[in-house]
């Protein structure tokens, strides 16, 4: 129902405050002649609502209305340009009611400019509403004074019953999202992580809209409740209401034409195009959304891009890539260096009528053409999952595997270490490609691009133990001479795979997928190829730690200095960065002591982590040799060091050569030439392979690598 008021009754009486036109003063008559004969009217006949500088020129002010407190800065006559938009510094055509208004603002046809606060050089053209309750939440989760806790806005990640929501804020990076998000039976450190949200914003009724320094908005239906950067661009936006648009000059963000956007933050460096729609929803740094993307309840991480799909209570962690239209995903924790293709369907089909199923895959999750799966599942880090129907929940535990499926009730097939295999030009490149495009500018969420990292590597040396009892279980059931064996099965299982390393045993995992479980094929050489890209990390890992703290080789006096790092041999990704377990559970005890009360200071412990990460990396790669060869390194012989550099020189030959071949094949498979005329329209149209810069860097880089390999244990010998 519409109310109706007195016509000099204002809502606003706490904004603009008289710190706001301090030194500021009314315009005289001679200026209020000039504004009258400009065609302007105010709702106060004599002008004392209008708060002018020293230098006020009227002549700048033309066919506009004022109502309630205005304060306006300097005018100077200039213009102000923006690609094609060119005006004249001034208020025209508009109506302004309780706003302050900086140094050389354009102000052309707004037609309602309400309790907004806006900065020098701003330029705001053709927009219908721009409007600021005096209880707006800028998108973030919190509560003003005597709202009802019906009015909290939620993110509903991971989860579609909202059982995994968290409070949007200003400061939220996908870590944060993610502590909170999966630990849930902690109702303590819940309760906690509302209270730190809270204490960082106001309960008072005294909120107004902020456009920061040399923003442009044009050509914009609605923006309501809305806290915009500097240097923001907005153009052809359809509604922009309760959000906070992070923005500087150095990474300026831009909202395009068709935009809706409600109860949100989106962060700085971002894109948000051509009718996308984002609703409760926390978006990272330099990420973009175009092409009618549908964002909802979802917290999306940096350097992601999404396009065309359909996202639906998700954590999405960054790097990201989503851009068909008919692929869709949904109730999902996706840990990041994701790619989902066009067709595939992740939630389609849950596994009851209660919509509470969820995804859970770690880095690099890449489901094929037209794949579904069956919530709940699982994947591990580097899933390559092929093009398929999944009609049962997955619990894929086996990282750089290539998951198949065989039809309808049969087991699933898995290919445990297929990148090592079969796509280690993708492993090298990797690592280089995410860090390209990384183009943050200010990093808060530190982020882990390179494949190999103790989350993935764990799961690893998980997947060996695996293997090895499966194979002992398949020993025994078709292998007579280990039927009767009984005693130490699992090394006489753990020998057969060492001593048969082409074996073409297919095991059966039947807690892999439920109902049929899976067949585990090339298992043998899975294995293999698993312990030589573990042993490829612990050495890279450890030589790099070598170089930064000026050692030169691997000595007896460098291993006890290793070792005197704290070992951690359990590892969380929390939004990209990979923090050992054991520093999450401490910070949690932390936080429900009362010791932390603000996110800056949790942000600050990650940094502190970051900065130790080199170090407890290094201390859990010298563990990992000692897993691989079941003794402590100070027991090692000549010949395990020379097994170990055996086995890393392999890899760091085969990443070059595999990235080099796979290159090749694009000039000499006959159906990869089959597209053009002749041999100078390929190289035209795809490059010569000796010009490719990756391929140059990786040649150089691994020579330097197996060069210093030849030299790295030698202060052992």
């Known amino acids: 129902m519409i109310k109706v008021e007195k016509s000099n009754s204002e809502s606003v009486s706490f904004f603009p405050a008289k710190t706001d036109y301090s030194g500021k003063r009314n315009p005289t008559a001679a200026e209020i002649a000039v504004l009258e004969s400009n065609h302007n009217v105010s709702s106060d006949a004599s002008w004392k609502n209008l708060f002018v500088s020293e230098d006020f020129d009227p002549a700048r002010i033309r066919h506009s209305e004022f109502s309630g407190i205005v304060v306006l800065g300097k005018l100077s006559g200039n213009t102000l340009k923006y690609h094609d938009l060119t005006l004249e510094t001034g208020i025209f055509d508009s109506m302004v009611k309780n706003c302050v208004i900086g140094d050389d603002v354009a102000v052309r046809n707004v037609k309602y400019l309400e309790n907004y606060k806006i900065k020098s050089r701003v330029m705001l053209f ?48 996908c870590a944060d999202a993610f502590i909170w998000s999966r630990n849930r039976d902690d109702k303590k450190l819940m309760d906690r992580f509302v209270q730190i949200t809270e204490a960082d914003f106001s309960k008072e009724l005294n909120t107004y809209g902020i456009v920061e320094e040399d923003v442009v908005i044009k050509n914009t239906s609605l923006i309501k409740d809305a806290k915009i950067g500097r240097s923001a661009y907005i153009k052809g936006a359809f509604k922009l209401k309760n959000i906070t648009v992070l ?179 993708a492993m090298a490149r990797n690592n280089s490609k995410f860090q390209k495009r990384d183009k943050r500018k200010v990093k808060v969420q530190n982020i882990e691009t390179d494949p190999l990292a103790p989350d993935s590597v764990q799961e690893i040396m998980a997947s060996l133990d695996r293997i090895i009892r499966l194979t002992a279980s398949w ?53 293999r190829e698993y312990r030589k890209v573990t042993k490829y990390f612990a050495v890279k890992t450890i030589l790099e730690w070598c170089e930064d703290n000026g050692f030169q080789s691997f000595t007896c006096d460098l291993i006890e200095k290793i070792q005197s790092i704290p070992l951690f041999t359990e590892w969380e990704n929390i939004g990209g960065q990979i923090v050992p377990k054991e520093k999450l559970e401490q910070l949690f005890c932390r936080i429900k002591a009362g010791e932390i009360g603000t996110w800056k200071e949790i942000h600050e412990i990650y940094d502190g982590w970051q900065a130790e ?22 027991e090692f012989t000549t010949d395990i060091f020379n097994d170990i550099l055996d086995d890393v020189t392999l890899v760091s030959d085969y990443m070059y050569e595999s990235s080099i071949s796979s290159r090749q094949k694009d000039y000499t498979d006959f159906f990869r030439k089959i597209t053009y005329k002749n041999e100078e329209e390929m190289l035209a149209v795809v490059g010569r392979i000796e010009d490719n810069s990756f391929l140059k860097t990786l040649k150089k880089e691994t020579e330097e690598f197996n060069g210093k390999l030849q030299k790295f244990f030698c202060g052992l010998n």
């Open 613 to 634: 990460y080199t170090n407890w990396k290094t201390r859990y790669a010298l563990f990992l040799l000692e897993q691989l060869y079941s003794r402590k390194i100070e």
């Open 247 to 425: 923005s500087s000059e150095e990474e300026p963000s831009q909202i395009g034409e068709g935009v809706e956007m409600v109860n949100g933050i989106m962060g700085y460096g971002s894109k948000v195009f051509y009718q996308a729609v984002a609703v409760r929803f926390v978006i990272g740094r330099n990420c973009q959304l175009k092409y009618g993307v549908r964002l909802l309840n979802s917290v999306l991480g940096d350097n992601s891009t999404v396009s065309c799909c359909e996202l639906l209570n998700n954590l999405i962690f960054p790097f990201h890539e989503q851009h068909h239209n008919s692929s869709f995903l949904i109730a999902a924790t996706v840990m990041g260096q994701s790619n989902i293709a066009s067709g595939a369907t992740i939630g389609s089909n849950h596994n009851s009528r209660s919509p509470d199923g969820e995804i859970y895959a770690e880095r690099g999750f890449w489901p094929g053409l037209c794949s579904d799966f069956k919530h709940n599942s699982r994947f591990a880090a580097f899933s390559l999952v092929s093009k398929g129907t999944y009609q049962c929940e997955l619990n894929i535990t086996y990282p750089f595997s290539l998951i198949s499926s065989n039809g309808p009730d049969e087991p699933i097939s898995i290919m445990p270490a297929y990148w090592f295999s079969y796509n280690m030009f």
């Open 475 to 527: 020993l025994k059931a078709n292998d007579p001479w280990f039927a009767n064996k009984d005693e130490n099965l699992y090394q006489l299982a753990k020998d057969y795979l060492h001593q048969n390393p082409n074996s073409d045993i297919v095991l059966e995992d039947s807690l892999s997928m439920k109902r049929y479980g899976a067949k585990i094929v090339k298992a043998a050489a899975g294995y």
């Open 126 to 173: 053709n927009i219908d509403e721009m409007s600021c309750t005096n209880h707006s939440k800028f998108g973030n989760g919190v509560l003003k004074e005597g709202e009802p806790e019906e009015n909290r806005i939620w993110v509903g990640v991971a989860n579609e019953n909202d059982g995994r929501a968290v409070l949007p804020f200003e400061s939220m990076i």
